[in-house]
C-alpha cells in the first residue's frame, strides 16, 4: 500500500464502496456542511450514532478502519480535553485547582467538540479508505466536470508524493553513509532540516522532468477521452441520500431538542 | 515524418552557455538515426526539441533561435496539431533519462492508456492498444499493476510502452538502455527495430553504447560540443573516419571497448593502479604542476596506504565482511534473496551481477550497514573493527555514523542523493570533518580535499555547487566523498550506470587504485567491462540465490586469505 492510495483489492464491494467517488463526495459535504452550522451534542451525537451504523455497509476492512479513525478519535479527545478545561464555565462548577476548573457547562460543550469532530472525520476517513485516488480523478473529471488539467496534474502529483517516500528513504540511508546524524538532537535537527532541503531540490527536478514528459505524451491539449469511464449509477443515488438523511436527522434532532444554534448568529 | 534544424539552438534560463547552437540537420521520413556526442553536447536537448515540449516563448523555459521543423510546421506547433487531429497517432514519442519521474500514473495500464487519451484515442481502442503496448516493450504484467512495485528497468520498459503505444512516426530515445541488465537492452534495441521495421516510423537514439544500436540504425550523426555537427554518415563510416576521437570524447566506439585492466598477478601491479599510487608522478608526466604536497613518498592520499596513526589495514585477501545466512528484501513482501553465504576481503573487488529487480541493490544496503538483512548476519571482521579506536561493535548496521563511514564508504546509485554541501570541495571536506581529521597540516582536511580534487578532475569545479554539475561529474564527485575518509571497503550501487566512456575509464581507474591499496570493493552492476576489468570474484544473485564465481585471471580471493 502506498501513502495516499488504499488497497481497494482489500475493500468489500458494498453500495458504498462501489459507488461513484463524487456521490461519496457529495454524501460526505452534506453531513460536514451541517455539523459545521451548530456545536452542539445532539446534533453531533446523533450523527456519529447514524455514521456507526452504516459503517459496516462502506466495505472498508476493521483494521484498516480503526487505524485511520483512531487518529480522529485522538484529535477528538485532545480538543475535548483543552475544552473541558478551557472553554467559557457555565452551570455548576465541579473541579477548580488553579487555572483549571472543570464545570457542567464545559463538559457538555467539550463533548459536543469531540462529536463534531468525529461525525466530521468519519465520512471523510470512509472516503479516503474506499477511494481509489485514481478513480476520484476519473469521476471529478467526468461527473463533476472539473477541468481535466488540474484534474491529471494532481493524480500525477499525488503519484510522485510516493516518489518523494522512497526518496526521503534514500536520503536518509545516503546521509548516514556519509557519517551524519549522530550529534543529539540538535545536529539530528539541522541534519534533518537539510534532508528536507535536498528532497524539495530532488523534486522539483523530478517536477520538471515528469511535467515534460507528460507534454511530451500529448497533455495539455484541449479535449482528451478517457479510458475509465466514470458516471454515476442508480445505486449511487442510495449514497447521497444516506449523506442527506444522516444530516437531515441529526439536525432535526438538533433542534427538536432546543440544543441546535447557529454559530454564525 | 521529416526533421529539418537550421541554425537551431537552444539555451536554457538561467544558463550563459548554449545547449545546442548552429544546428544543421535534416532528418528524411523513416530515417533512423543513433545521436552521439560528448558529454553536454546537447543531445537530449535536441530530442526534447524535437518532441515540440521547449518553449522559447516568454515565460517559457529558455530561448531559442533558428528553425527546427516537424513537416515543415515549428516543431511546438506540429506536437499540438497532432493532439487537435484525432488520428491518435503522435508525430513524435519521447522517452527520457529518469524512468523514476516519467512515471504519471498510479497503475500500469492507466500509465500506457495516459498518452492515448490525451490524443482523444476512443475508449475501445485504448485497452487493446496498452496490451499490445505492455507485450511489445516485454512488460507482461497485469494492467493494474501498481506502478510503485516496478523496478527501475520495468519502469524504463513502462515508460516505452506509453511512447509506443502512441505510434509515433519518429522515435526519440533518450539512453533507453542505461538501466537495464545487458540481455535485457539487447532485447529492447530489437523491440525498436521490429517496431520501426513494421511502421516505417523514424528514430533518433541517444546512447553511449554504439553497438546495441549497429544493426538499427542507418545513420550516424555526432554533434560538436562547441555546437553544430561533427560528423554524419552511415555508422560504418562515421566510426573509421572518427572511431579514435569519438572514443576520446566519451563515446562508446565498438572495437575500442575497455581492456581488462585487472592484472591476474597480485604481485604485478597494473600500470593504472602504478599511476594511482604515484599522483605527482602522474601530473608530472602530463606536464600539469601539482598541488600535492607530502605525495612524494610514492602512496598517493586517496590510495590510504599512507595509513594514519593507529590505523592497521588488513592484509590482501584477509576478511572484513561475513555474510552468513542473510536474507535481503523490502520490509513488504518476501525477501528477493535468501540463503546468501559471502566474504568481502581486503584488496580484492567482487561484482554483483544479476537482472533487474533480482536484489543487488538491497544487497548493496545490507553490506554497507545501511538496511537491516531480515534473516541471518553481517559481521565485521577484527580487524574492520579495529580500524578505529571507537568501541564499533561487529555489526555494522548498529554503527553510529562516524563509525561507519570511517570504515564502509558507499556509493548510491543516484549521486545527487549523497550531496549534503553547497560546494564541491566541501562535499569532499564532509567526511574527513566528521572523523575529526584536522584541518591543516600534513593529512589534513585541507590536503585531501586538494588531492581528491586533483585526481577527480574537479578542481576547477570546487567552488561550484554539487546539483549543477553533469552527470559524470556528479559521478566521480560522489565516488570521493566516498573516498575522502579512507573506509576498508567501498560499496557502490551501479557506479558506472550511463556514464560516458571517458568517465567509465577514470572510474576504473580510481577503483583499481583503491584496490591495489588494499580497500574491498563491491560494486553491483550490469556493466560486464567494469566487471572484466575490476573484479576479482562475481556474486552472481537470480532467482532467489547467490552464486559465487572467481573471474578466470583474477588474483584468487579465496586460497591466499590470512
Known amino acids: 500500500m502506498s501513502l495516499l ?29 451541517v455539523l459545521l452550522l451548530s456545536v452542539d451534542v445532539v446534533t453531533a451525537g446523533t450523527a456519529v450514532l447514524l455514521e456507526l451504523l452504516v459503517l459496516p455497509w462502506c466495505g472498508v476492512a476493521l483494521p484498516a478502519l480503526a487505524r485511520r479513525l483512531a487518529i480522529i478519535a485522538l484529535a477528538a479527545v485532545l480538543a475535548s480535553v483543552s475544552t473541558a478545561f478551557f472553554a467559557v464555565h457555565s452551570g455548576t462548577s465541579l473541579f477548580s485547582f488553579g487555572p483549571l ?43 463533476v466536470h472539473l477541468p481535466h488539467r488540474f484534474v491529471m496534474g494532481g493524480l500525477a502529483a499525488l503519484r510522485l508524493a510516493d516518489v518523494l517516500v522512497d526518496e526521503w528513504r534514500q536520503l536518509g540511508l545516503a546521509r548516514r553513509a556519509r557519517g551524519l546524524g549522530d550529534d543529539g538532537v540538535v545536529g539530528r535537527l539541522r541534519t534533518g532540516g537539510e534532508q528536507a532541503f535536498s528532497l524539495l531540490v530532488l523534486s522539483v527536478r523530478r517536477a520538471a522532468v515528469l511535467a515534460t514528459a507528460m507534454e511530451a505524451r500529448g497533455f495539455g491539449g484541449s479535449r482528451r477521452t478517457w479510458a475509465r469511464p466514470s458516471a454515476l449509477r442508480p445505486s449511487d443515488v442510495v449514497v447521497v441520500a444516506g449523506g442527506v438523511v444522516i444530516a437531515a436527522a441529526a439536525t432535526t434532532a438538533g433542534v427538536v431538542a432546543g440544543t441546535w444554534r447557529l454559530l454564525l448568529s | 515524418m521529416s526533421l529539418e534544424a537550421r541554425g537551431f539552438g537552444w539555451r536554457w534560463n538561467g544558463r550563459e552557455a548554449w545547449a545546442v547552437r548552429g544546428l544543421d540537420l535534416t532528418v528524411a521520413d523513416g530515417e533512423r538515426i543513433l545521436l552521439l556526442g560528448a558529454s553536454g553536447a546537447g543531445k537530449s536537448t535536441l530530442l526534447t526539441a524535437a518532441a515540440g515540449v521547449l518553449d522559447g516563448s516568454d515565460g517559457g523555459t529558455g530561448e531559442s533561435e533558428g528553425i527546427l521543423e516537424i513537416d515543415g510546421v515549428d516543431a511546438p506547433a506540429a506536437r499540438l496539431a497532432a493532439l487537435e487531429d484525432s488520428a491518435g497517432l503522435a508525430r513524435s514519442g519521447l522517452l527520457l533519462q529518469d524512468p523514476q519521474a516519467q512515471t504519471v500514473l498510479a497503475r500500469c495500464g492507466d500509465d500506457v492508456a495516459f498518452g492515448l487519451e490525451n490524443h482523444s484515442v476512443p475508449r475501445e481502442e485504448i485497452w487493446p492498444r496498452v496490451d499490445v503496448a505492455l507485450a511489445e516493450v516485454g512488460l507482461p504484467v497485469d494492467r493494474a499493476r501498481p506502478t510503485a512495485h516496478l523496478s527501475g528497468g520495468q519502469r524504463q520498459r513502462l515508460a516505452l510502452a506509453g511512447v509506443m503505444a502512441l505510434r509515433p512516426q519518429l522515435l526519440l530515445l533518450d539512453e533507453p538502455t ?22 516505417g516510423a523514424g528514430c533518433l537514439v541517444v546512447e553511449h553504447r554504439v553497438s546495441l544500436w549497429l544493426d538499427v540504425v542507418t545513420r550516424v550523426v555526432v554533434l560538436a560540443p562547441a555546437g553544430g555537427v561533427l560528423a554524419d554518415g552511415t555508422p560504418h563510416e562515421v566510426i573509421a573516419a572518427r572511431g579514435e576521437e569519438l572514443a576520446a570524447a566519451g563515446v562508446w566506439v565498438p572495437g575500442l571497448t575497455p581492456r581488462r585492466l585487472r592484472s591476474s598477478s597480485p604481485s604485478a601491479a597494473p600500470p593504472s593502479a602504478v599511476i594511482m599510487k604515484d599522483p605527482a608522478s602522474r601530473a608530472a608526466r602530463e606536464g600539469r604542476s601539482t598541488l600535492i604536497t607530502g605525495a612524494e613518498g610514492g602512496s598517493g592520499l586517496i590510495t590510504g596506504a599512507e595509513g594514519r596513526v593507529g590505523d592497521e589495514r588488513a592484509a590482501p585477501g584477509q576478511a572484513l565482511l561475513t555474510l552468513a545466512g542473510v536474507s535481503a528484501g523490502h520490509r513488504s513482501g518476501d525477501p528477493v534473496l535468501t540463503g546468501v553465504d559471502a566474504v568481502v576481503r581486503a584488496g580484492r573487488a567482487v561484482a554483483v551481477r544479476g537482472p533487474n529487480g533480482a536484489g543487488k541493490s538491497t544487497l548493496a544496503l545490507v ?92 578542481t576547477r569545479l570546487a567552488r561550484a555547487n554539487p546539483f549543477t554539475l553533469s552527470g559524470g561529474e556528479q559521478r566521480r564527485l560522489s565516488v570521493g566523498t566516498a573516498l575522502a575518509t579512507r573506509p576498508a571497503s567501498l560499496v557502490l550501487d551501479e557506479p558506472t550506470f550511463g556514464q560516458d566512456a571517458a568517465t567509465w575509464a577514470e572510474l576504473a581507474e580510481l577503483l583499481l587504485g583503491v584496490i591495489a591499496a588494499g580497500t574491498a570493493v563491491v560494486a553491483a552492476t550490469h556493466d560486464d567491462d567494469l566487471t572484466a576489468a575490476i573484479a576479482d570474484e562475481t556474486w552472481h544473485v537470480d532467482h532467489g540465490r547467490l552464486v559465487v564465481t572467481a573471474v578466470p585471471g583474477a588474483a584468487s580471493p579465496c586460497r591466499d586469505a590470512a
Open chain 1, 5 to 33: 492510495a488504499p488497497d481497494t483489492s482489500a475493500l468489500r464491494p458494498t453500495v458504498v464502496s462501489r459507488a461513484n467517488p463524487a456521490a461519496k463526495l457529495a454524501a460526505a459535504a452534506a453531513v460536514t456542511v
Open chain 2, 178 to 199: 542505461a538501466m537495464l541488465d545487458p540481455a535485457g537492452a539487447a532485447r529492447l534495441a530489437e523491440v525498436v527495430k521490429e517496431r520501426l521495421d513494421a511502421s
Open chain 2, 367 to 458: 553490506l554497507a550497514g545501511l538496511a537491516a538483512p531480515r534473516a541471518g548476519s553481517v559481521t565485521a571482521s577484527p580487524s574492520l573493527r579495529g580500524l578505529a579506536d571507537d568501541g564499533a561493535g561487529d555489526q555494522p548496521l548498529r554503527w553510529r555514523p562516524r563509525q561507519l563511514v570511517a570504515r564502509i564508504g558507499s556509493v548510491f546509485q543516484d549521486p545527487r542523493h549523497q550531496f549534503v554541501a553547497r560546494t564541491v570541495a566541501d562535499e569532499l571536506a564532509v567526511g574527513p570533518r566528521r572523523l575529526g581529521v584536522a584541518e591543516d597540516g600534513p593529512d589534513g582536511v585541507g590536503e585531501r580535499v586538494e588531492e581528491l580534487l586533483e585526481r577527480l578532475r574537479l
Open chain 1, 101 to 143: 476548573e472543570l464545570s457542567t457547562g464545559s463538559l457538555i460543550a467539550a463533548a459536543a467538540i469531540g462529536l463534531r469532530i468525529v461525525a466530521v472525520g468519519t465520512p471523510g476517513v470512509v472516503l479516503l479508505a474506499s477511494t481509489d485516488p485514481t478513480e476520484l480523478g476519473d469521476s471529478l473529471a467526468q461527473v
